[in-house]
């Protein structure tokens, strides 16, 4: 018999004959949920008209239905990205993503991070690199009782609170790609001071050369900010070089179709006067021609589980599924490489 009144979740329950609990866990659409239970206790649900209150269960729960994601990144794709794998992992779900771009420089920044996420009450948040790799961000998640998780390029917390790539390791392959082909002078475009992203590129750039014996002149490193305009300033510089280099990496694909323009203006053609590699294996590194090697970043697949870390504890510890936090990169091989040419 239903209680007199609006339906309550215990009416649910009961004529479900199921707990309090499961029926939670349909209204919060849990993507563990036994599929013949789920269709039982919302078939109870469209009987009998119950209609959860979601502000009701904010207050209970003391927080809102809302994951943060926290970033100050000039590559609008990795951010995009970043959002489409988040998304994906909260599809079905009552959860919202709410984005908040921050200035890592200011002297504020942790203040400001302290008031989003005091004042939006998240369930969780996820922090972009570089801010992930500042510990003081951890820190004031651990004091505020807030889940979290950061993204890396290496190892930066347990593997509850991390997604990471093995950024050092497929640099190191790519540059060893150039070498088994016959190229000594390479030249690198490389990240943004302040990016464990850039050190880490860098540090498997320089492994690389160090293991096969060649020492790397300074002129042969350029600095870029993972933009365009500053990638092509790079490019432009190496490029100016007598002997200029004969192959390039590039610490991100926006850096490399940068140095794609560069050759190209230059009357140089790609690969047969210059070898090019970027990183990340965005949408422009298949799309300009020639198609660009890359190494492919699984960017959505960290964020689709950096989502999925966060909700877990929201649908129950005995429901929870061990997430991944070490994704790692690969190379792909496209037509911007070949072997230097002999003059």
């Not at 100050?72 to 794709?77: E, F, L, M, R």
């Amino acid at each position: 018999m239903q209680s007199q009144g609006k339906p309550t979740i215990n009416d649910v329950a009961r004529l479900a004959g199921v707990s309090k609990k499961t029926v939670s866990r349909v209204i919060n659409r849990s993507p563990l949920l036994n599929g013949s239970t789920r269709a039982k206790v919302e078939a109870v649900i469209a009987e009998i008209g119950y209609v959860p209150n979601v502000q009701a269960r904010a207050l209970a729960l003391r927080h809102n239905f809302l994951i943060g994601l926290v970033h100050d990144n000039p590559n609008a794709q990795m951010v995009m990205n970043v959002q489409a794998g988040m998304l994906e992992a909260m599809r079905d779900t009552e959860f919202e993503l709410i984005v908040r771009p921050i200035d890592r420089g200011s002297s504020t920044m942790l203040q400001d991070i302290r008031a989003f996420l005091e004042r939006q009450r998240l369930y969780g948040v996820m922090f972009l690199p570089p801010v992930s790799e500042n510990e003081m961000v951890a820190d004031l998640c651990r004091e505020l009782g807030i889940r979290y998780v950061r993204m890396g390029s290496a190892t930066l917390d347990s593997a509850k609170h991390m997604v990471a790539s093995n950024d050092a390791d497929v640099v190191r392959d790519a540059v060893k790609h150039l070498l088994s082909l016959g190229h000594r002078r390479i030249g690198l475009i490389a990240g943004p001071h302040g990016f464990r992203s850039a050190r880490e590129r860098r540090k498997g750039f320089e492994e690389a050369l160090a293991e096969a014996g060649i020492k790397l002149p300074r002129s042969l490193i350029a600095d870029g900010n993972y933009t365009f305009e500053t990638g092509l300033a790079a490019a432009d510089r190496l490029l100016d070089l007598s002997p200029r280099p004969t192959a390039i990496f590039a610490s991100n694909d926006e850096m490399a179709a940068a140095t794609l323009h560069a050759a190209m203006r230059r009357g140089m053609t790609v690969p047969e006067n210059l070898s090019i590699i970027g990183f990340d294996d965005t949408a422009i590194a298949s799309h300009i021609w020639p198609p660009m090697t890359t190494v492919h970043w699984p960017i959505i697949s960290m964020a689709r589980s950096a989502a999925l870390k966060l909700l877990t504890d929201f649908f129950g510890d005995d429901q929870a599924v061990e997430e991944p936090s070490l994704f790692p990169s690969t190379l792909i091989h496209r037509a911007s490489v070949a072997p230097p040419r002999e003059d």
